[in-house]
């Protein structure tokens, strides 16, 4: 199955300005294994996701449907079939 990942302008620039990635997915990946396949096909945008232990950094939130993923299992969510959203937390004052 083909998993929308939707990418904020701030992150487009890692993956050729793209916006979208299509990423197939068999039945029961998880986002692990979806991030697996973006960091493979876009290397500087899988380091500005997840860490050198491969965690998910702590200021990047990644939605999977409506949920964000860290209120889920974490990278060990199962993605069926949902598109994924991936958001750089933004702060300021």
Do not use: F, W
């Amino acid at each position: 199955m083909i998993i929308d990942v939707k990418l904020p302008a701030a992150l487009a620039s890692e993956c050729g300005g793209a916006r979208h990635l299509d990423v197939d997915a068999p039945p029961g990946a998880t986002l692990a294994d979806v991030l697996d396949q973006v960091a493979a096909a876009h290397p500087r945008l899988g380091r500005r996701l997840r860490d050198e232990a491969g965690k998910l950094r702590r200021y990047v939130n990644v939605y999977i449907g409506d949920e964000e993923s860290r209120r889920l299992q974490g990278l060990a969510t199962p993605i069926d079939g949902k598109d994924v959203q991936i958001l750089p937390s933004i702060a300021g004052g």
